[in-house]
């Protein structure tokens, strides 16, 4: 793929009001690896430590919602080798500390060769565990350069973006109060494992 097809699907979507956004959450990669790192041990929202320094200028609160998906196929776009995907995923997560639900996602994944950053686009339905209500959400993402992920790994990928709940939950539905809602979140994405796990913070 062309640096100037790169460039093409960086501008889709509303990539300036992200960028604006992810410019207020900057927290420091080292708090969110330590967050992640207890993924394994996590059985709620609130086994994880989500405490953020005091130097922050903007505080979102505690994440109500904490996802994990695992990679169920992958299609190159363009040249294979180029960090170029179509991709679909697959997991689960809980929102709030109680309403656990499973997911399933598709989406892209696009590589800037020029310096390894990461831009993703996609849409995800959330289905509540007995199946009673269900809610979508596409999401919009950019990552630090993979030359600056974490311990120098460059199969590890952190990176921010937004989610935008539509209004599909039923009138009566236990995901009823994501309708038109935002989200802000980062992922930590094992690219040798191919998963990733999400923490999301409602923006208010």
């Known amino acids: 793929m062309k ?4 460039k093409r699907y960086t501008l889709l979507g ?18 969110i690896e330590r967050a992640i790192g207890q993924v394994e041990e996590a059985t709620t929202i609130f086994d994880v430590d989500f405490d953020s320094p005091q ?11 904490v996802q994990y998906d695992n990679t169920t196929s992958l299609k190159p776009i363009g040249e294979v080798g180029l ?11 809980i929102i709030n500390g109680t309403v656990r639900y499973n ?6 994944y696009i590589t800037n060769p020029n310096d390894g950053t990461v831009y993703q686009k996609g849409i995800i339905e959330i289905r509540t565990e007995d199946g009673s209500d269900s809610i979508k959400t596409t ?17 590890i990928i952190l990176d921010n973006g937004a989610m935008f709940f539509d209004p599909s939950s039923s009138n009566r539905g236990e995901l009823l109060f994501l309708n038109n809602k935002v989200g802000i979140y980062k992922d930590m994405i ?8 999400t923490i999301a913070w409602e923006w208010k």
Request: proline share 3%.
């Open 3 to 6: 640096i100037t097809d790169w």
């Open 190 to 197: 094992d690219l040798n494992r191919g998963n990733l796990t």
């Open 55 to 65: 130097d922050n200028t903007f505080n979102l609160g505690t994440p109500f919602l």
């Open 14 to 31: 509303s990539a300036i009001s992200i960028q604006l956004v992810i410019s207020l959450l900057m927290l420091p990669i080292d708090h």
């Open 139 to 155: 999401y919009e993402s950019v990552s630090s350069s993979s030359n600056n992920s974490q311990s120098n790994n460059t199969n």
């Open 83 to 93: 960090g170029n995907f179509e991709l679909t995923f697959a997991g689960y997560g």
């Open 103 to 108: 997911d399933n996602g598709t989406g892209i």
